[in-house]
């Protein structure tokens, strides 16, 4: 713990959305109460709403309670966190609203400082803007930009570009909490520390790999904003995208920002761009219709808050080929959907078979090692391996076995993703951001598909809630003699 050096003011631009309630402020609660913040650091809050400190305080210490559970809630902590949140009503485009903010930053003109955009896209070059002007931004300012960075190519680049006119690439952060997760992080630890994977890491080895990304719940509310994005956009090109580029990047010569980055947009730039021939045979689009989980009923899309008519995709799935010498003729797998019957993320690596069985006569069929990195909820790594069913029998019979492995158990809480992003942002640690060539490399791709989309090259499929997804997506592997990994 080095709580001292952490001395900064981290401003959350959209304090009181839904990310900054669910994710952001528990996020910065543990990082003070674990000492990770310094205790002079100060969140400053910026809400549209003018709220007095008291009002403020009850409603952070109710979505605490509401996010963390009274199990991690801790009166006493939350007293103490409590001194260093501030709150101040900003209306973003409305130079005058920035006084309160501006007197309070100027306090200490000299610390590091934050700001956090967890505002809609539309919304980031008003507020850098409005900071430049009001000399808000010094050497010592950086500023974090969620996802979705645009909606394709064209306006990822416009607001890449108007930021830029604000602030240095080194101090933009664009974040994609995927690469917070310990399990993801875990992907290169696999990878690069572990030989045995080395020399099987390729073509000649791999025979596929599958992403899957599936969720059970739905858009929790927020359709004004899914409804304009979908799963390409929400998911694919960004979440799915860093798991495939962590899967399929070369080892990068050491694990600084830029040695990590510059492997990853390599992937990028690597994948074949579909031609509408591709689309049609390689892409699914799918939206999901009433249907139930968990034994509850689920209305579709369509029937949620106030949707009406909506072309939206709630899931994709994908065939990826990556043009590169490692990676030739091995496909990528891709599928993510909301409400899907399970709630899990995991990547299977699947082996090629061997050359020649030896038990073939002998009534054992050999299945094709697989390796089975699950991210979550359940978090392990399993190696499907064959192995003799123990006894006298004179046929040698084979079984698959699972050589697993655990995250260590371990009482201690696991940290979000979130408290991971942000304390490396307070530490000036770029490595698990996107940088500008990434996000775009990923839109150019993304971009011919939806595309293809847009002009109807694939039919939208429904998909009754609860299930796996369309039945396209299981004909989408089938085409090629594969099927999905589902246990
Ligand atoms: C977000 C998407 O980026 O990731 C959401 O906008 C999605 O639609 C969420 O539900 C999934 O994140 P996680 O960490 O719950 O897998």
């Not at 900054?20 to 809050?45: D, E, M, Q, T, W």
């Not at 694919?236 to 947009?265: F, G």
């Not at 993703?417 to 942002?425: P, Q």
Request: glycine fraction near 6%.
């Amino acid at each position: 713990m080095a709580a001292m050096d952490n001395l900064c003011d981290i401003v959350i631009f959209g304090g009181h959305g839904d990310l900054s309630f669910r994710k952001l402020i528990p996020a910065l609660y543990h990082l003070s109460n674990g000492g990770y913040l310094s205790v002079l650091s100060r969140v400053i809050v910026v809400a549209r709403k003018e709220m007095g400190r008291e009002e403020h305080l009850a409603l952070v210490r109710e979505k605490l309670i509401e996010f963390l559970g009274f199990d991690q809630f801790d009166e006493t902590k939350f007293l103490h966190f409590a001194q260093q949140l501030h709150i101040v009503a900003v209306n973003f485009d409305d130079e005058h609203s920035y006084r309160d903010l501006k007197e309070l930053l100027d306090l200490h003109p000299q610390r590091e400082r934050i700001n956090y955009l967890s505002t809609a896209p539309d919304f980031f070059t008003i507020i850098s803007f409005m900071l430049s002007r009001l000399d808000l931004i010094t050497p010592h300012s950086r500023v974090v930009l969620e996802k979705p960075i645009g909606r394709d190519l064209y306006s990822a680049r416009a607001i890449n570009i108007e930021v830029l006119n604000y602030f240095e690439e080194n101090q933009i952060y664009r974040i994609d909490h995927y690469l917070g997760k310990d399990t993801v992080q875990n992907i290169m630890a696999l990878r690069f520390s572990n030989r045995f994977f080395m020399p099987l890491w390729d073509a000649n080895n791999i025979d596929h790999v599958q992403i899957t990304v599936s969720e059970s719940v739905g858009v929790e509310g927020r359709w004004g904003y899914y409804d304009q994005y979908g799963a390409m956009r929400d998911m694919i090109q960004n979440h799915l995208m860093q798991l495939l580029c962590l899967v399929a990047m070369e080892p990068p010569c050491s694990l600084d920002a830029d040695s990590v980055r510059d492997e990853k947009v390599k992937v990028l730039r690597s994948l074949r761009p579909m031609s509408p021939a591709d689309i049609e045979r390689h892409t699914v689009r799918a939206q999901y219709a009433a249907g139930s989980i968990n034994g509850g009923p689920v209305p579709g899309y369509r029937e949620g808050e106030g949707m009406q008519e909506s072309n939206t995709e709630t899931f994709a799935a994908l065939r990826v080929d990556i043009d590169n010498w490692r990676w030739n003729g091995v496909p990528f797998y891709l599928r993510s959907g909301k409400r899907m019957r399970r709630q899990y993320s995991e990547i299977v690596i699947q082996f090629k078979g061997i050359p020649h069985s030896i038990f073939a006569n002998k009534g054992s069929c050999i299945s094709q090692n697989k390796l089975v990195i699950s991210l979550q909820p359940k978090e392990s790594i399993q190696l499907k391996l064959m192995n003799k069913i123990p006894g006298l029998s004179d046929q040698m019979r084979l079984q698959q076995v699972d050589l697993e492995l655990n995250a260590p158990l371990n009482s201690a809480r696991k940290p979000d993703a979130y408290e991971r992003l942000l304390l490396d942002v307070i530490r000036s640690n770029p490595t698990l951001f996107m940088r500008l060539d990434e996000v775009e490399a990923a839109w150019k791709w993304a971009d011919v598909i939806l595309q293809g989309w847009s002009e109807n090259l694939v039919p939208m499929k429904s998909y009754t809630a609860g299930s796996e997804g369309p039945s396209a997506s299981i004909q989408l592997v089938a085409q090629d003699g594969e099927s999905w990994h589902d246990e």
